[in-house]
């Protein structure tokens, strides 16, 4: 049994030896290819222009009214809109990151007591479509309100959207 054993686990490494000696690449053999490579690339007169990616939804950030949380706090209600150009129906919160500023750093989201409509946020929305939402963030003080829009899920850090609001 124990003899077994060890012929199973000496047969299996000397497996495992042979394919990675297998995946051994010849410099040799790849050189061409790379030297090939490299005036095609110095021949070019003018480096191409980088074009950003499309993206699958459209944002706007329509308006920002002063409120109060349920506690007395100062807030703020941003209004936002957006339309889903992506083939999937997806809801504004699968699909924006949506964030607010103030002094450079990042507010919380508030509760606030007077109805805001929120139901456009969660709703799931069929391509070519969109909706209109709220949502609120507790202030700090009186300064500009910067609010962003982007994709939750994204490669890039291109913004959809960005304003910035004078509170004062």
Do not use: R
Not at 132 to 158: G, K, N, R
């Amino acid at each position: 049994m124990k003899k077994s054993l060890v012929m199973i686990i000496a047969s299996a490494a000397l497996a495992s030896f042979a394919a990675l000696a297998g995946c051994a690449s010849d410099d040799a053999a790849q050189a061409p290819a790379e030297d090939a490579a490299a005036p095609a690339a110095s021949e070019s007169a003018a480096p191409a222009e980088e074009e950003a990616p499309e993206s699958k939804y459209a944002a706007s950030i329509d308006a920002l009214e002063p409120a109060a949380d349920y506690e007395g706090k100062a807030a703020v209600v941003v209004t936002y809109s957006w339309t889903n150009n992506s083939d999937e129906a997806i809801s504004a919160a699968a699909a924006l990151s949506l964030k607010a500023f103030q002094n450079g750093v990042q507010l919380e989201s508030g509760i606030v007591t007077s109805g805001i409509d929120s139901d456009g946020y969660m709703a799931e929305v069929k391509p070519g479509a969109g909706t209109t939402f709220q949502m609120a963030y507790l202030t700090e003080d009186q300064s500009d309100v910067t609010v962003e829009v982007s994709e939750l899920i994204s490669f890039s850090d291109a913004l959809l959207a960005e304003q910035v609001f004078t509170l004062a």
